[in-house]
Structure formats: C-alpha cells, structure tokens
C-alpha cells in the first residue's frame, strides 16, 4: 500500500493529488502545508478515508523527518527558499524525492549526491515543466545524436484570451514570477557556463494557432542541466520563457525603474519594500479574466550524427481542461512530477544520490513510457528529425 507525502497545499500540491489517486499511483496521500485552510481544503476535496492533512512547518526539522519517515516517496511542492531544508530531512528520513524546485540560489543539489547515494535515496530535482519535461526532452534528444552541440528551450504559460497592460495572467506565485525577470540566467555559451541578464536574448518565436506570434528571453530555467550540459558535450544551451509580443519590454521596464527591488526605502515615513508593494498591485490586475491557459513548449537539439550534422525538435501545446478545470500549468507541472513518483514507487528510476532528468531520460525505453504515462493525460510532445 504506497503511500506519498505531499508536501504544499497550494497551487500545484492539489493538482498532483489529484492525479495520484486518478491513475492509481498512491493508496494514501498526506499532505501538508502551514496553511490550515489549505490543507483542509485538500483533505475535504479527496475525502479523509485516502487523504490524510497535517499542518506543518518545513523549518520543524524532526516533525518533518517524521513525516517523511512514513512516507514511500516525498513530492515537493513547496516554497523554493525551503528546497535546502526538505533535501536534507529527506536525506535523514530516508525516503525519496520528487520535487519541483531543486535549485535556489546559494543551494546546490549535486553537493548532496554522495549523501543520498550512501542513505539509498533518490533525488529527482526539478520535476514540473521547467525545468522537468524540459530536461527529460533534451537528455533524450542528446542522446538520439553522436554528438550533442547545441540546444535551446522554449517555455512558457499564457492566458488564452490575454488581457492588457501585460497580456499575461498568473498561474503560479508573483514572487516566483518576478523571480525569473530578476535573477540572471545561466547558459553555456561557446563551452563555457556563464550569467547573463535574465531578459536579454530577446527574440521572436511562433506556434501554432490560436497562439501564434510570442517572444522569448533568457530566464534561469535549465536547472540541473547548467551543471550537467557542458559534461553532455553542448557548447551552446540556453532557457528563453514564452510571453505574448511587448511583454518583455514592459517587465524590463519595472525592473529598471527599481519596482522589482528588495531594499526598503522610505515614502512618506515609512519604509516599504518595492516589490511587495509591486506584488500588492500586480496581483489583483493579473489574476482578471478566465483560467482558460495554453503552455507551450519547443526544445530544439542541434548536433552531430554519423558524421553529418543532425539534430530534434520537441513541441507541446497543452490546454486548460474545461473538464476537470485543471489549468495547463497545473496539468503539466504537477502531472510530471506525479508520473515521476509513479516511476520511483515502481522502481523504474533505480539510481541512487542525485539523478537529473536529463540523465534518466536519456534511456530510450524509459523515456517511452514517460511519454506514454503524459499521453495518458492528453499532454502531446510532437517530435520531428532536424536535418542539416
């Protein structure tokens, strides 16, 4: 009887609930956030009789090792600044770890490798969208070529009736959101791992209708793949996210205006913060008109293969289910991450220590059933050969 511990309440935790119990991944689910209400609204949605709640603090280090000592496998779906406080207890409690994070600044994920590995713990950081999918496309388009030299992702959520001024509308936290516009992004370029600013690299790029014409830019999203890209022999890779046309431009200018600051500064006495008062106004503009939302993603991988010049592109577009009420982003965040705690409890991903996407994926038979586990849930990735 598995039984999976989720750990976040909030806009991703219910949705990979939801999928645990639909494709009959997890006999029981706990969850847990520090929000009573939250939890509460998770534990009456599935009923208690297979959906246990309990309220809990991630910086209660023995109350989360308990927990999670109970536990088959862990699912992350909590606040980045915890990421180094979950790793560590999972560690401790021996159990598993599926998360949608695996990074925040100043944390490295591959300095708990031999740890993991000597406590028969499995480490899959970064298992939503992007970095996730993303990562698993790429490993495994590398792995269809002799030589992997060059690659590029695509990604982003977008409303699919966009409203002005920023034609955008959340689907997951602000902060996180302002997160990718603020913190520079690492890519490889010409063999070497660098930081550039995030909002450089501007570019036009088209999807299908009804999507159509968008821009894309550099944000952090690589992941563990900024670590293990070079090792895979890219000497060029990069994470551009996906907004309507003009979107950059109005975000870079917050930014530049100091709107997206974290140092107080003192109006009319007192002293506030730029970006929470820029959260506090953005929120409520952000969150009009419908839920209705399409992800797009395209990850292009360029190399060598018997000698000639070879490469694959990878594309998704993914809707809101008017069903299930399920928005895109939810589906294609927590859906991945759930399939990988189905692919843990099953044993499918063995490897102990840390054991990034774009490693695991690179296996040709494990990469198709995680294929066929997303074509279950209507997620289509359209794959096509590029030639020279």
């Known amino acids: 009887m598995a039984t999976v ?17 639909r494709y009959g991944i997890a006999d029981r689910v ?27 603090d991630l910086w209660d280090r023995g109350a989360l090792v308990e927990t999670m000592r109970r536990a088959d496998v862990v699912a992350g779906a909590y606040p980045v600044a915890a990421v180094r406080q979950v790793t560590e207890a ?11 994070t695996g990074s925040a600044e100043g944390f490295d994920i591959f300095d708990h490798h031999p740890a993991a590995r000597a406590a028969g713990v499995t480490l899959l950081p970064g298992c939503g969208l992007a970095p996730g999918l993303t990562n698993a496309l790429v490993g495994q388009g590398a792995a269809r070529l002799d030589r992997a030299v060059e690659g590029v992702v695509y990604v982003g ?14 689907v997951f ?11 520079p992004a690492l890519i490889i370029r010409d063999g070497q791992l660098v930081a550039v600013e995030a909002l450089d690299g501007l570019e036009e790029i088209t999807f299908s209708p009804p999507v159509g014409r968008c821009e894309a830019f ?15 022999g890219f000497r060029r890779l990069a994470e551009k996210t996906v907004r309507y046309p003009g979107h950059r431009d109005q975000v870079l200018l ?21 970006r929470r008062v820029t959260a506090a106004l953005l929120t409520p503009l952000l969150q009009r008109g419908d839920e209705a939302d399409v992800s797009v993603l395209r990850v292009v991988v360029r190399g060598e293969r018997a000698g000639k010049p070879a490469g694959w592109e990878f594309e998704m577009l993914d809707f809101y289910d008017e069903a299930t009420g399920a928005t895109s982003m939810a589906r294609t965040t927590a859906y991945t991450c759930s399939i990988l705690v189905g ?6 991903i063995g490897d102990r220590g840390v054991v990034p996407l774009e490693h695991a994926f690179a296996d040709a038979q494990l990469y198709a059933e995680f294929r066929l586990e997303l074509d279950r849930r209507g997620i289509r990735v359209a794959e096509r050969p590029l030639e020279a």
């Open 5 to 21: 511990l989720v750990l976040g309440a909030g806009l991703m935790g219910p949705a990979i609930v939801d999928d645990l119990f």
């Open 30 to 56: 706990v969850v847990t956030d520090i929000d009573p209400g939250r939890v509460q609204g998770v534990v009456s949605r599935f009923g208690r009789d297979r959906c246990q709640g309990l309220v809990l």
């Open 90 to 100: 999972a560690i401790e409690a021996g159990v598993s770890l599926a998360d949608l």
């Open 157 to 170: 959520g977008l409303p699919l009736r966009p409203e002005p001024p920023l034609n955008y509308r959340l």
């Open 173 to 183: 936290s602000l902060e996180t959101v302002i997160d990718e516009y603020v913190a």
């Open 218 to 232: 550099y944000t952090y999203g690589l992941g563990t793949l900024a670590r293990t890209g070079l090792a895979m």
């Open 254 to 274: 917050l930014r530049e205006c100091g709107f997206f600051a974290t140092e107080p500064v003192r109006v009319d006495g007192q002293e506030v913060v730029p």
């Open 343 to 348: 692919m843990l409890l099953r044993g499918r």
